[in-house]
């Protein structure tokens, strides 16, 4: 007889069968409920779409069943938003062509052969390393990846006339997330940009790369603002956790939004670049407007005075 084991994470029951095959639940409606399958890659569980709906309990009764069951704590984040592209092709995969299934065998294939893609990766990378002294870019798409000497790895990518847009970047497991970025004011045009970009190597550290997505912590349920801040998984750190009503189902522990002041002042400048750069294109515009104008209006008058005379 098989047998599943049952955990609770937020409003999720996440199910799993003696083969290690995943698959949540989660209430809806009035006594209804659906379900679908999830995976593991990295340290993430990723919740797929729902695939089924049926009957179920009422709320209150499926919170109570989820009371009894043990924590969910075989991945510190899930993720129920996400965007996952192939690094070589640049496309999204859909998540019902299959790439679930390669994810999960790549991380079932790096926990027994005891090496991981990222670590083959680096071994490729010593020889470039040795040459460079600040960081090393690849190409990714449209992307441009930056991996700084002390391991920061970041993106930029053209946003518009004289701009770019720029942010962090981490890996987990096989996928590269990019972080929402930023517009920033660049000397270098689009143009000459992706003539720079086609010159760069390839990226080949992570198979996928994810682009919209939202993680939360397994533990607290706040909304996961940057991957490599590990001291608040447990939930001490001084950071701001947003609540999610998904995680924290009876509404207890629910910590208030705190403001980061950090935060605020990168969003500030974004704004503040993000406008800067407008004016500048609108007054560019007005100028252009102004000289055909120009030249519209003395052609005319020296026709008129021809005319005339």
Not at 150 to 167: D, I, R, T
Not at 236 to 258: R, S
Request: with cysteine; proline share 3%; aromatic share 12%.
């Amino acid at each position: 007889m098989i047998q599943n084991t049952a955990y609770r994470l937020g409003e999720y029951k996440i199910i799993e069968d003696e083969h290690g095959d995943l698959w949540w639940e989660t209430h809806i409606g009035l006594g209804s409920s659906k379900s679908g399958k999830c995976f593991i890659n990295g340290d993430i569980l990723f919740i797929k779409p729902s695939d089924s709906m049926g009957s179920g309990f009422l709320k209150g009764e499926f919170l109570d069943h989820l009371d009894k069951l043990p924590k969910w704590e075989k991945t510190n984040y899930y993720c129920a938003s996400y965007k996952i592209h192939g690094c070589k092709s640049g496309r999204r995969k859909p998540l019902f062509d299959g790439l679930d299934s390669q994810l999960q065998d790549e991380v079932f294939i790096e926990k027994k052969n005891g090496s991981t893609q990222r670590e083959i990766a680096k071994t490729e990378d010593k020889s470039v390393k040795a040459d460079t002294t600040d960081h090393i870019s690849h190409k990714l798409g449209r992307y441009e990846i930056i991996e700084k000497n002390m391991g920061q790895l970041f993106w930029k990518s053209p946003s518009g006339l004289g701009s770019l847009k720029v942010g962090r970047c981490h890996i987990k497991g096989s996928i590269l997330f990019l972080e929402p970025g930023k517009t920033e004011l660049s000397s270098p045009k689009k143009r000459e940009f992706i003539q720079q970009l086609i010159c760069l190597p390839d990226w080949r550290r992570t198979k996928y790369f994810c682009t919209n997505y939202t993680i939360y912590y397994s533990k607290t349920g706040g909304i996961c603002r940057r991957l490599e801040d590990e001291k608040d998984l447990n939930g001490t750190g001084t950071k701001n956790v947003v609540a999610n009503h998904k995680a924290y189902g009876a509404g207890i522990n629910i910590k208030p939004i705190i403001v980061n002041k950090g935060d605020t002042k990168e969003k500030f400048e974004a704004l503040f670049n993000f406008c800067k750069t407008w004016v500048m294109l609108i007054l560019r515009l007005l100028f252009g407007c102004f000289q055909i104008a120009y030249k519209v209006s003395r052609a005319i008058i020296d026709k008129w005075t021809r005319f005339r005379g």
